[in-house]
């Protein structure tokens, strides 16, 4: 609205209260969802991705033409689409990524950046932060001096101020001061994503928050804006052994001077009435400490809208009124333009991911990844403890156990009963792999204990409700729980007694003392110690987060290059024999007579439920639920 005429209230009316709409938008986690086409099966998909959104940010304009559009992260990574380019950029330095191509479409008012931005590396940041048509914010970042020195160009503003012409109800127009700042969350430094992506940390975001607020106020902002990327939790007791909240949308908002706040992460959606209420929780209202937000859950599924009434009285500052929150759904209908500015990194994407690396001579599927027999997760295990078996050889580390973490990152959840991997027997191709695992983690190992083994099994125990003996029909899996925490440990056995509390809530905080769920922990058929040592790999993602879980392992340097696991599964399937995989059964549930409990999986696994059976599991299938999901029955 650029050349309106600013509205100059007259003498008559100096007491009388404006009032202006403004509508806020919100774009979270798209994480590479351009289109509605998935990359990993390779076919079209139902409506979501910045395409389908696009058609419906248009008409939120239209509706409101005093509107600002944010994306609150992620969205450099999480299909073949972004993966290809950031495999390629390094060598073609033209190569603009193809999601930020298509924000730059839609036309952005600002963003801030995710956790998974620096899977590629700073010089890649570098490129889609040079690339990007609106202004990228981040106040928690650190690069060190010589990250500094090597990519100069890479400045990523704390906040940012905007200026807007806007119309009150009136028709007269004023010039709207909002800062944008924005924040990640918080992780450990050596969550080291990919070669290339060292020189960097992430501060606390809250006390950021708080040192900011001094010069943004200064700056005399109509409206405070946090991009806030991170999601809606309770605040966690003041009490020992708590651990530092990765979701602090709710203490940020507690911070003086933020106005609206703008949540991400979690992948879910707020307002939501499935929202458990907390203490600064309001998802009826939508507000957190009682400030207006969102979060527009992932991968384009949803469009954030906010719209705010503003008001004032003449000499005084804008003050939010009134406000009102909403999720609006993409659209059928994909925008030619967004589709265009993408279209020959689609093509590329195909032809990359319909090359053939191998031959699969049985299914791999994560129908049960949660029930305790999964040919994916054995995948992982096998091709990390083959390749570390060699690394190690001659490490005085190699006298050792070994061990793996792996967990699974489709396995059904808020994305449908279409979210689990499933693969037939026949041609491998690149697009499989990525829908095993598409992460740049690479492979770290570290030295644990016979009893921080336990207190890891005792975190993952977390994912199930605690059930009564002789009840019936009790739902097994608590749901907030994601199955990507849930690390099966391969090298031992182990029994999950759900009969008792779990220990530790999903933040990793201590919630209940005496005995843990975890039982009958072996090491080759004998009672693992506590004094007992072990090698464990995982990601290095992973393996950073030791912490939260209590665990504090002693790192183990493997010789030679950082390997991704991605590339060992490449390795697993690149054999000169067909991939065979037969589900190795790690745990099980403690017996508990009389008890039975249901579950939730794929449609599709009704043809492999013979499988599950051969491993001592009594399940009976049911119909299928409201959202698609096959019930399943277990008998305990």
């Known amino acids: 609205m650029e050349g309106l005429p600013f509205y100059a209230p007259q003498d008559d009316t100096c007491a009388k209260t404006v009032t202006l709409a403004l509508r806020v938008l919100e774009t979270t986690d798209l994480h590479g969802h351009v289109r509605a086409y998935d990359y990993f099966t390779d076919r079209a998909s139902d409506g979501a991705g910045l395409a389908a959104l696009a058609g419906e940010i248009a008409q939120a304009r239209r509706q409101s033409p005093n509107c600002l559009l944010f994306d609150n992260g992620d969205f450099m990574q999480g299909t073949p689409l972004t993966q290809l380019w950031g495999e390629a950029a390094g060598a073609d330095r033209q190569a603009i990524n193809p999601m930020i191509a298509a924000m730059n479409t839609v036309g952005y008012d600002a963003g801030t950046l995710g956790n998974h931005e620096f899977d590629f590396g700073l010089e890649q940041l570098n490129q889609t932060v040079q690339a990007a048509h609106f202004p990228i914010v981040s106040a928690n970042l650190e690069l060190s001096v010589a990250a500094r020195r090597a990519h100069p160009a890479l400045v990523v503003p704390p906040w940012v101020m905007l200026e807007r012409e806007m119309r009150d109800s009136g028709g007269a127009c004023h010039r709207l001061r909002i800062a944008v700042i924005g924040f990640l969350p918080k992780q450990p430094v050596s969550f080291v994503q990919s070669e290339g992506a060292d020189g960097f940390g992430f501060c606390d975001s809250v006390a950021c928050a708080r040192m900011l607020m001094e010069p943004i106020l200064a700056a005399k902002p109509d409206l405070v804006i946090a991009l806030a990327h991170t999601g809606v939790a309770p605040l966690p007791p003041v009490a020992p052994h708590c651990c530092k909240p990765e979701n602090t949308a709710v203490d940020i908002a507690a911070v003086d001077g933020i106005d609206v706040i703008l949540a991400g992460h979690d992948h879910q959606c707020f307002p939501d009435p499935k929202t458990p209420v907390g203490e600064g929780i309001d998802p009826i209202r939508a507000t957190l400490n009682g400030k207006p937000a969102l979060n527009a859950g992932a991968y384009g599924d949803h469009l954030g809208v906010l719209d705010l009434t503003l008001e004032k009285t003449a000499g005084g500052p804008w003050h939010i009124a009134r406000h009102r929150a909403e999720l609006r759904k993409p659209r059928a209908t994909e925008a030619p333009a967004v ?49 570390a078996t060699r690394a190690l050889a001659w490490l005085p580390e190699a006298e050792l156990p070994l061990l793996c973490a792996a967990s699974s990152f489709k396995a059904g959840g808020r994305r449908g009963p279409g979210n689990y991997v499933s693969i037939a027997p026949g041609p491998l191709r690149i697009n499989h792999i990525d829908d095993l695992y598409l992460f740049n983690n690479t492979l770290a190992a570290i030295e644990i204990s016979g009893a921080e083994l336990r207190k890891w099994l005792e975190h993952s125990a977390r994912s199930f409700h605690q059930i009564p003996s002789d009840s019936q029909d009790s739902w097994l899996r608590d749901k907030t729980y994601p199955s990507y925490n849930f690390d099966v440990i391969f090298g031992v056995t182990y029994e999950f007694d759900i009969s008792r509390p779990a220990l530790y809530d999903t933040e990793g905080n201590l919630r209940h003392t005496g005995p843990g769920r975890v039982r009958d922990l072996r090491y080759q058929g004998q009672l693992v110690t506590d004094k007992q040592k072990f090698v464990l790999l995982s ?14 392992g002693r790192p183990i340097p493997l ?11 490449m390795n697993e399937a690149r054999g000169s024999k067909p991939l065979q995989i037969a589900a190795q059964r790690v745990w099980r549930f403690a017996s508990m007579a009389g008890t039975s409990v249901m579950c939730r999986t794929a449609p599709d696994a009704i043809n492999h439920l013979a499988a599950l059976g051969q491993t001592g599991l009594e399940v009976s299938p049911l119909e299928l639920d409201e959202e698609g999901f096959l019930q399943l029955r277990i008998a305990l």
């Not at 993408?342 to 049985?362: N, Q, Y």
């Open 539 to 552: 990601s290095s993602y992973r393996l950073a987060q030791c912490a939260r879980l209590g665990v504090i």
């Open 339 to 387: 589709i265009a500015a993408c279209e020959h990194a689609h093509h590329s994407t195909l032809a990359h991911i319909r090359r053939e690396i191998g031959t699969l001579e049985s299914p791999l599927h994560s129908y049960f990844a949660l029930l305790g027999a999964d040919p994916c997760l054995t995948l992982f295990a096998r091709a990390q403890m083959r390749y």
């Open 559 to 569: 010789p030679g290059p950082s390997v991704k696991i991605r590339d060992l599964l």
